[in-house]
């Protein structure tokens, strides 16, 4: 077993409060794009023109022409090792919470039970006048979606110019606060406010592991045990030697 897995393994097993702090990288090897990378969605929409709520208002039907393009790719995409990986420490009892970036839904898709979407979710639409919501599937099809009450349907997602949902920020700071282990996965955890959460994980004396493709600002810094490689063969490294671990001490 190598030792860096054995290390963020033991890590786990030793922890009363676990959680996994995941960005975009996850999601790549599903089939979605980081937004940000060559070829994402800002390569190509430019996030002031389609990504604002300001935008949205002026706009709906324009913003709609890359939600269109969003949902598609969205459709198509299928959690992958890594998704159902935290899923299964979180059966085991290991893994407490998911705190996401991501609006792909694809954490509950593979079993994640507790979910804390700090950017909301894609698969669900609101109406910003009269407050109504919808499964994305009860308008499919329809660009742009409409409410019964006529007005051009929103995806339930913060767009730039919006706060975070006070829930989800009042969750996460208070599990980050708590946890003794912490799995940063496919994110450098740049974008505000969701960056504060590894330092006060960190500040409380938690454990830190990151996955990620490159290193990134938070590894020199931040992190205690860090495994470079794809988000999917990583956390099912780590998973492997959980179990391995648990039954070599029973």
């Not at 409060?17 to 390569?43: H, M, N, Q, Y």
Request: aromatic share 6%; charged share 25%.
């Amino acid at each position: 077993m190598d030792e860096s897995i054995e290390r963020a393994a033991r890590a786990i097993i030793d922890s009363r409060v676990t959680l996994a702090l995941t960005g975009a990288g996850i999601s790549v090897e599903s089939g979605i794009p980081d937004f940000r990378s060559k070829g994402g969605l800002w390569d190509r929409f430019d996030p002031e023109e389609y990504a604002t709520i300001w935008a949205f208002r002026q706009d709906p039907e324009k913003v709609w022409r890359m939600l269109k393009e969003m949902e598609g790719t969205v459709d198509r995409a299928r959690p992958n090792a890594a998704h159902t990986g935290l899923a299964e420490l979180e059966r085991m009892g290991l893994l407490q919470a998911v705190i996401t970036q991501n609006v792909d839904n694809l954490h509950q898709e593979g079993g994640s039970q507790d979910v804390i979407e700090y950017h909301g979710n894609s698969r669900s639409l609101v109406c910003l006048w009269c407050h109504k919501q919808y499964d994305y599937k009860e308008r499919k099809g329809q660009y742009p979606p409409r409410c019964e009450c006529g007005k051009i349907l929103k995806p339930n997602v913060v767009f730039f110019g919006e706060g975070i949902p006070v829930e989800a920020m009042t969750r996460s700071s208070q599990l980050a606060s708590e946890c003794d282990a912490l799995l940063i996965i496919g994110t450098s955890a740049v974008v505000s406010p969701f960056n504060i959460l590894p330092r006060v994980a960190k500040q409380g004396g938690a454990k830190i592991v990151e996955i990620n493709l490159e290193r990134t600002i938070l590894t020199d810094h931040i992190t205690d045990i860090f495994l470079q490689g794809k988000a999917s063969e990583r956390v099912s490294e780590v998973v492997s030697a959980v179990k391995q671990l648990k039954e070599a001490s029973t």
